[in-house]
């Protein structure tokens, strides 16, 4: 298999952009990179750190110039924070340059993956779930416009999802091309 286009995960929060798409590139033989841990690694600060200290408006500048030049990079596979995709300068910037697959969970699977973890900002309320439905119900519209859909199962493994997400990835030969 020969990737053509740069493939960008976008989704929500827990979805599994970041594990999935590592263990993707890993199958296709190409670079994984995640604009979360590049921003952390540039700024040597954690995510949940920026925010407190620089605010998010500041986290999205940086948000949008690593992916720019992430997408820049070659093609490969680029897992993006869970924010990313509702710019619209990050979506033209993605569909200029790469494939967009959107990484659906619903809303139960997202609460197990991000219930126990204090490492994102957004939930740090009084309500987290409440909070975390009503950025799952504004944001679902949005994902919808991503090239490729693939539905988080969550009796999938990651390896499985990888799978999925080839499955999709093969019907668009424009992006990945079968080798003999
Ligand atoms: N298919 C899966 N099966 C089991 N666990 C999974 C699966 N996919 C992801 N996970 C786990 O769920 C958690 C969230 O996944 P991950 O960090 O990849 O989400 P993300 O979409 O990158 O979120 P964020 O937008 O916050 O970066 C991680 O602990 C990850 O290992
Ligand atoms: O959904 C979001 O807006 C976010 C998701 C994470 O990947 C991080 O990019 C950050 O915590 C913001
Ligand atoms: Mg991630």
Known sequence: MRL????VMVGMMGAGKTAVGR??????????????????????????EIF???GEAFFRRKESQVIARLLDAGHGVLSTGGGAYLCRENRRAITEKGVAVWLDADLDLLWQRVRHKGTRPLLQTRAPYAT?????????????????????????????????????????????????
């Open 23 to 48: 263990s993707l590139a890993a199958r296709l033989g190409v670079p994984f990179l995640d604009s979360d841990a590049e921003i952390e690694s540039a700024a040597n600060m954690t995510i949940a």
């Open 132 to 180: 975390l439905k009503a950025i799952y119900e504004e944001r679902v519209p949005i994902y919808a416009l991503a090239d490729l859909r693939v539905q988080a199962d969550p009796a999938f493994s990651i390896e499985r999802m990888t799978d999925a997400v080839i499955a999709a990835l093969r019907t668009r030969p424009d992006v990945l091309e079968a080798v003999q």
């Open 4 to 7: 053509k286009k740069t493939v």
């Open 52 to 54: 407190a200290r620089d």
